[in-house]
């Protein structure tokens, strides 16, 4: 199960721990969080702070999302590209055999390794520009549609 935790600047003592996770890759217990973390997504209004935040997690990748204050930080292994290159090994099946759907900048990569890459209607500029194909929005149920015309 991967875990991730959320953090903001409105609640500090989430981030008072973001120094053990450096240290020892897990939460104070005292959040009730004693996994491993895989992600931390945060809402970080300052950007002096981001980049303080980056310089405590060097072996981590700090990705903002687009329309808004939100941070993710993974370890920099753990990518959807990594991912889905683990799956398919597992299957025995190619990366190009494979569809993804993206509509932010974390999934460019993954829609450029697969063979095709879908970029959702509400979808960024930059991730429409990598993708294969262009679908309807989530509001309008592009997955789903595209999935019934395609295999069903």
Same mark, same amino acid.
């Given at each position: 199960?991967?875990?991730?935790?959320?953090?903001?600047?409105?609640?500090?003592?989430?981030?008072?721990?973001?120094e053990?996770?450096?240290?020892?890759g897990?939460f104070?217990?005292?959040?009730?969080?004693?996994e491993?973390?895989l *992600? %931390? $997504?945060?809402?970080?209004?300052?950007e002096t !702070?981001?980049?303080?935040?980056?310089?405590?997690?060097? +072996?981590?990748?700090?990705?903002?999302?687009?329309?808004?204050?939100?941070?993710?930080?993974?370890?920099?292994?753990?990518?959807?590209?990594?991912?889905?290159?683990?799956?398919?090994?597992?299957?025995?099946?190619?990366?190009?055999?494979?569809?993804?759907?993206?509509?932010?900048?974390p999934?460019?990569?993954?829609? *450029? %390794? $697969?063979?095709?890459?879908?970029?959702?209607? !509400?979808?960024l500029?930059?991730?429409?520009?990598?993708? +294969?194909?262009?679908?309807?929005?989530?509001?309008?149920?592009?997955?789903?549609?595209?999935?019934?015309?395609?295999?069903?």
């Open positions: 199960m991967a875990h991730y935790i959320e953090a903001t600047e409105q609640f500090p003592e989430n981030l008072i721990c973001i053990q996770v450096q240290t020892t897990h104070d217990r005292r959040l009730h969080f004693p491993k973390a *992600k %931390l $997504c945060m809402q970080i209004f300052d !702070n981001v980049k303080r935040l980056a310089d405590l997690l060097p +072996d981590c990748d700090c990705l903002g999302f687009a329309s808004c204050a939100w941070y993710k930080f993974t370890k920099k292994e753990t990518t959807k590209e990594n991912a889905i290159r683990t799956a398919c090994a597992a299957c025995s099946i190619a990366p190009k055999d494979v569809t993804a759907f993206g509509d932010d900048v999934d460019i990569g993954m829609l *450029k %390794l $697969c063979g095709t890459g879908i970029a959702i209607g !509400n979808a500029d930059s991730v429409r520009k990598a993708a +294969d194909l262009i679908i309807g929005s989530n509001d309008e149920d592009g997955i789903a549609e595209y999935l019934l015309r395609t295999f069903l």
